[in-house]
């Protein structure tokens, strides 16, 4: 009998599976060749977030990997701010907080481990990141909604996209979904080297 799950069978009997849609997730081991210290002198973290993260704050890192550009939120926000630190794959959540216990910033940073097609988080965040992310997700416009509901009125959120992987033309329409979930582009370009970024606040 004709199965998705055999392909083969399908094709003898004159049907061809449906395609489903694949979104490319980087596997939890990639993570030690993209953080790593060399990254520094093309994404500096307090180059790319000074503007944007401070003390006292609550942020939230979607897609937070092994913690490059977590850690080094949880040191600016100081013993009274907050990170949410949120990734999909368990054991790069686990080489985080051990990171994070070297660095001596375990005790701000919350880990939560999301679902493919849910956030699952419940937090009032002054900032959000999604730096090369969205594009491994296979429903942005949700994602960004409920990002959306996580921040403040006024909040913000940068999102970075890898060149190399996505077009300007899908960058426009991840930027259009975000402005129909209600946040707002920020005139002002960031600058990412080799990425395409752009700047969101929540009316």
Known sequence: MPTQDNPQAALAGGTRPKRKRHTFVCPWWGGYFIDNPLRRLLHNPEAILGRFVGPAMTV???????????????????????VIAVDLQQPMLD???RRAERAGVADRIEVHRCESNRLGVHVQADFALAF???????????????IHACLKPGGRLLVAEPRLHVSGRAFRRSV?????VGLGVVPEEPLVR????????KQ
Request: with cysteine.
């Open 60 to 82: 939230m890192d979607v897609g937070c990997g092994m913690g490059y550009f977590a850690i080094a939120m949880a040191k600016r926000v100081g013993d009274q701010g907050r």
């Open 95 to 97: 080489v985080l907080r």
């Open 132 to 146: 090369a992310m969205l594009h491994e997700v296979p429903d942005q416009q949700r994602l960004l909604g409920e």
């Open 176 to 180: 259009a979904w975000g402005e129909e």
């Open 194 to 201: 080799w990425f395409r970024a752009a700047v969101f606040r």
